[in-house]
Nanobody
Framework: VQLQASGGGLVQSGGSLRLSCAAS????????IGWFRQAPGKEREGVTC???????YDRDSVKGRFTISRDNAKNTAYPQMNSLEPEDTAVYYCAARYYDYCPASFGTSRHWNYWGQGTQVTVSS
């Protein structure tokens, strides 16, 4: 059972990146998907969540800029990040939970069954 996050990199302010979160060993279609990030010296924070009804919940700072979708045939989720800002610089992690709803305030580690290893996103000004 594994979640593999990828797609991070260096991008200029205002640019876009599409991350990927590929699942193996389980069907991602049966799981709510979350994305988190952790910047240097800061606590990990929830960014966006996609439940089994394909409803998304985003933190205020990324609303209108980030979207998330899933491709069940590829067993992969894709957060699309647009209009990136230097404040978005962080290591991004994907997570999956076997519930059909997003936990309040993205929950804590114990609310998520699986975690990916993280991918670095750096936004230059």
């Amino acid at each position: 059972v594994q979640l593999q996050a990828s797609g991070g990199g260096l991008v200029q302010s205002g640019g876009s990146l599409r991350l990927s979160c590929a699942a193996s060993g389980f069907r991602l279609a049966h799981y709510t998907i979350g994305w988190f990030r952790q910047a240097p010296g800061k606590e990990r924070e929830g960014v966006t969540c996609l439940n089994l009804r394909n409803t998304t919940y985003d933190r205020d700072s990324v609303k209108g800029r980030f979207t998330i979708s899933r491709d069940n045939a590829k067993n992969t989720a894709y957060p699309q990040m647009n209009s990136l800002e230097p404040e978005d610089t962080a290591v991004y992690y994907c997570a999956a939970r076997y519930y059909d709803y997003c936990p309040a305030s993205f929950g804590t580690s114990r609310h998520w069954n699986y975690w990916g290893q993280g991918t670095q996103v750096t936004v230059s000004s």
